[in-house]
């Protein structure tokens, strides 16, 4: 069995109490006293991998146990550790579930620091993986206080992130699917130490990004025909993910050493 080292998640308090339930947002809080890197979005995706399976009230919010913490825990300190792929941990402790003594696999190469190169880079974000109660629909929208539950952010986080721009109601005070994984991103790079003023530029590059899309497409929204302006949104959306796609490759580029 996966020992837990003097101030780690067994032995810090890193659960609840037992048999309590709780939101994402208690998990990261209780998961950084070991794991001062792990995000939201980190969670969601080894959700999404099959390594924790939360419960989920009525309304769709996830909820841990404190067996899913640790579990958790165990993930998190096995990549740190033993730079084990995500494949190979969920196997082990499978199989550590089922009552099996099985040893530790052989530690892996380590990995990028940044963790870069985790998640397919061709491959769809893996922040937002997985069902979530947020909006479906262009027209569905949450509540300010879900919002806020989502995202594990204080109204005062919220005001701020609004003053810059960075998520925008609508004018019916709800917050659309875009608002959400903005705010889900901005939150996460918030536990890095990145406040809304330093997000100033991404939010500009965006707009520019924008821009250049919307000049592509402009003449085909322009067009009597209703499906040469239904091509207009498709053609809208294609750029918006190879725009996406480009700017992740070259921050992916840039952070490389030089020489590599």
Request: glycine content about 10%.
């Amino acid at each position: 069995m996966l020992q837990t080292p003097s101030g780690g998640a067994g032995s810090s308090g890193t659960t609840g109490a037992e048999g309590r339930l709780v939101s994402i947002g208690t998990v990261l809080n209780l998961l950084r006293e070991e794991f001062p890197e792990v995000t939201i979005s980190k969670i969601r995706f080894l959700e999404a991998e099959g390594l924790v399976e939360p419960q989920r009230t009525p309304s769709g919010y996830r909820k841990f146990s404190t067996a899913d913490v640790e579990r958790l825990a165990q993930v998190l300190r096995m990549q740190r550790d033993h730079y084990l792929p995500l494949k190979v941990i969920r196997e082990h402790l499978d199989a550590l579930a089922r009552g099996e003594r099985v040893p530790l696999p052989a530690p892996g190469q380590p990995r990028d620091g940044l963790g870069l190169m985790e998640p397919d880079p061709g491959a769809e974000d893996p922040v937002e993986t997985g069902p979530e109660p947020v909006p479906t629909g262009p027209q569905a929208r949450i509540g300010r206080a879900e919002l806020l539950e989502l995202t594990g952010a204080t109204e005062g986080e919220l005001v701020e992130w609004e003053s810059y721009g960075l998520v925008v109601p609508h004018p019916d005070g709800g917050f659309g699917p875009d608002s959400v994984a903005v705010a889900r991103l901005v939150a996460d790079l918030g536990r890095f130490g990145l406040e809304p003023r330093h997000l100033r530029a991404v939010k500009a590059a965006a707009d520019r990004e924008a821009g250049l899309v919307e000049q592509v497409v402009a003449p085909l929204r322009r067009h009597r025909n209703p499906q040469t302006r239904a091509h207009a949104e498709a053609t809208a959306r294609e750029l918006a993910g190879l725009s996406v796609r480009l700017h992740a490759a070259l921050v992916r580029s840039a952070l490389q050493p030089r020489g590599q």
